[in-house]
């Protein structure tokens, strides 16, 4: 099992690695963003103790699923926002969703990780080239941004989606 | 019980029966299955490079839906 560093250090270098990808292709504008150390940090360490706390909790002796780390990930990202404007006067923020689509990316990466065969990745890759997908993903970051939700409720959503790519 | 019970750490009829069930095995709280391996940074990587292009276009798709939607 691995130790406490080396899950947060992998975890801040997955959600930075998300956030540079996502830069990179144009979905977050590097030029108005910028992914916080400070806030990534905080993300990071939350997550680290709620992981604990739901392994104590369900008397999970080793490593927890890839969709439990995927929902309570999301739930610290969604808590920290640690995706920041670079212009604090930014007045075009309400439409954002820039924090909202690094976690569901980041989420789903987590989850299509392939262990053991269990996850087959081009079947992954199908689901979501669906065209109904627009749809769902449009709901979902709705829900992240402005819904009602716990961490454990968005395991859920992230289970349903590691189960159909079986 | 009588009017002139008194509430005591030591004065509690009936509470063996849970403490009991409290220390019984078999009955605890229900556990969750492992995963059976470390979830690496490279399989993460693999999967970000295999997922941002659908993930892209549906993303410019959700976003189109939300604009429409104002």
């Known amino acids: ?166 | 019980m009588k009017k002139d019970f008194s509430l005591e750490p030591s004065n509690m009829p009936g509470v063996d029966v849970y403490i009991k069930a409290l220390k019984e095995d078999g009955t605890s709280y229900p556990n969750c299955s492992n995963h059976s391996g470390d979830l690496t940074l490279q399989g993460f990587c693999d999967a970000a490079n295999a997922l941002i292009e659908p993930f892209g276009k549906a993303l410019e798709k959700a976003r189109e839906i939300s604009s429409a939607n104002r």
Not at chain 1, 18 to 25: E, H, S, V
Not at chain 1, 127 to 154: M, Q, V
């Open chain 1, 1 to 166: 099992m691995q130790t406490d560093d080396a899950i947060e250090e992998k975890r801040v270098k997955s959600i930075f690695g998300a956030f540079i990808l996502l830069a990179g292709k144009g979905y977050i504008d590097r030029n108005r963003f910028t992914l916080n150390v400070s806030l990534l940090k905080l993300t990071v360490k939350h997550y680290s103790r709620n992981l604990k706390a739901l392994k104590i909790r369900y008397g999970i002796e080793d490593n927890a699923q890839p969709q439990k780390a995927a929902g309570f990930i999301t739930a610290a990202i969604m808590k920290f926002r640690p995706v920041l404007p670079k212009n604090g006067s930014d007045g075009n923020l309400f439409h954002g969703d820039e924090n909202e689509v690094l976690a569901a990316f980041h989420g789903f990466c987590i989850c299509a990780e392939q262990i053991d065969g269990k996850i087959d990745l081009p079947q992954v890759v199908s689901l979501w080239s669906k065209p109904e997908f627009g749809e769902w993903l449009k709901n979902f970051i709705y829900l992240l941004r402005f819904g009602d939700y716990t961490a454990e409720s968005l395991v859920l959503s992230f289970d349903a989606l590691a189960r159909f790519a079986k």
